[in-house]
RNA sequence: CGGGGUGUAGCGUAGCCCGGUAUCGCGCCACAUUUGGGAUGUGGAGGUCGUAGGUUCGAAUCCUGCCACCCCGACCA
């Protein structure tokens, strides 16, 4: 493991690949812009997991698995669906190799698929074309699956977490028999997910809708989630889509209703990716590594032990063994950190590198005093506490924690929200202090991409909340009833 | 896919202009002293210099092709 990792200040893209690579998370594989996720990395991903999972559960969805292989035709049948994907997909063509008599192993050329295969960017159009078997009558609905999986899409640049070749998600895909039932549907999985980011990862999100512009291809309309990162940048942490009747009439899903008419399926579609990954590491850490909230940390409290010699250690290890077991009974992880062939001050800084939220160092002289020395990662405090209690205080402060690294990151993105009144004002800012800015725009497309263009920021998307205000756009002068959301953004 | 850049030990690099089989740091291994904030000393292992050709007595170094990766742009969860 190297010394430090570069300063945020200094080289953000640097700090953060640094990071991800020592904190142990992920690194790049020896395959074009693929990433192989370690498993101190994917533990925190399948924390994520866990908690979302739930949360699909007691909103009344199950899991399912659709394949990973789609027919190039499927894809056509939805003409903006296909648009949006069409430069970015692995199209598999063969299925054969064969030695070319040389002993180079080469594609057998007579093994051409008749038609190609389209490894999954997303799932909408294999599920639809299997839904069409499903559902008959509106008995049938709804229909709320959910699917953990991997996809591709063949970037042209990737970075590792925010957007590798291939990626892991999790993709809901609901049917329902009213629109009212779907944009609901959506809607409350959006709210899903902000509760998610907000009170499990502990970043703050913005809920809002995309412009049309930026709306997934196929969608009538996307709701999505967005968070600020330390560098001012934002990014997309999690989108739901209502798609109207766009795949049900691609793929001819209908279902007869109570009133014995034949309609067409209403549809939603739903995910969040490891991209999350990303937006946790950007929203929390410093220069010396992971912050990680509490709810996420694979390891709650790390114990470093301080001995010379085997009967200092044997007393250690009892205390601790006993410390585990209550700790473990209050459903807090401990790592114990015994290993003899690194020195304590090592073995402080690689887990404040991995973001451990608390950790206590004990050695004999507290043996002696009845006292541990507990560290928190989040504001680096260092004290010596009794250990009379401990499995306590150590339950309430993880609590405390948690709350915490929300209202740092809360603080930090509040005051990055700037309203602005004038498109000299809106590049000063841009350039100057970063976040998100809110102002008047026409609502029309011409408009934000010409924005884009000049300044490279996005509308990021018009917040749910949003008041009704009259005003006039900052770059048209034309009237606008409300205001937008507007970054650089990942 | 357009513009720029880089490939030398597990990682980061020097050497390249001006040809003579390779420098330094981290890491790794052994031993000793150490152990409450990333230890120190001594010794050691590890490289067909991205790849395929060419020029040359001789190529990391010069020439050509190819490949990979990085950065900027366009694209994007």
Known sequence: M????????????????DLVIKADLAEYAAVRGCMVIKPYGYAIWERMQAVLDKRFKETGHSNAYFPLFIPK????????????????????????????????????????????????PTSETIIWNTYRGWIESYRDLPILVNQWANVVRWE????????????????????????????????????????????????????????ENERFAGALDTYCIEALM????ALQAGTSHFLGQNFAKAFDVKFTSKEGKLENVWATSWGVSTRLMGALIMAHSDDQGLVLPPKLAPIQ??????????QEKDALDAYVRTLTQELNGMDVSVKYDDRDTQRPGYKFAEWELKGVPLRIAIGSR??????????????????????????????NLLGIIQENIYQKARDFRDSHITPVESYQEFKEVLDNKGGFILCHWDGTVETEKRVKEETKATIRCIPLDVEQE??????TGKPSKHRVLFAKAY
């Not at 190297?2 to 690949?17: A, F, L, M, P």
């Not at 430069?87 to 190609?116: F, M, P, Q, W």
């Not at 944009?183 to 998610?196: G, K, Q, S, T």
Request: with cysteine.
């Open 366 to 395: 507290d043996m002696q005093n009845g006292t541990v020395e507990l560290a928190r990662r989040d504001i680096q405090s260092k004290e010596t506490v009794s250990q009379e209690g401990l499995a306590v205080t150590i339950e």
């Open 73 to 120: 035709s499927y894809f056509s049948k939805e003409a903006s669906h296909v648009e949006g994907f069409a430069t970015e997909c692995a199209v598999v063509t063969h299925y054969r190799l064969k030695n070319d008599g040389s002993g180079n192993i080469v594609v057998d050329e007579e093994a051409k698929l008749e038609e190609e295969l389209i490894v999954r």
């Open 230 to 233: 330390q560098d001012g940048k």
């Open 2 to 17: 190297g010394k430090g990792i570069t300063s945020r200040s200094e080289d953000y893209s640097q700090w953060y690949n």
């Open 301 to 310: 409290v790390v114990i470093v032990p301080i001995f010379k010699t085997e």
């Open 156 to 211: 042209m640049r990737t970075r590792l977490f925010l957007r590798t070749t291939e990626f892991l998600w999790q993709e809901g895909h609901t049917a329902h028999a009213t629109e009212k039932e779907a944009i609901e549907e959506a809607e409350r999985m959006l709210d899903v997910y902000a509760d998610f980011a907000e009170n499990t990862l502990a970043v703050p999100v913005v809920r809002g809708r995309k412009t």
């Open 470 to 475: 009259e005003g006039v756009c900052i770059f």
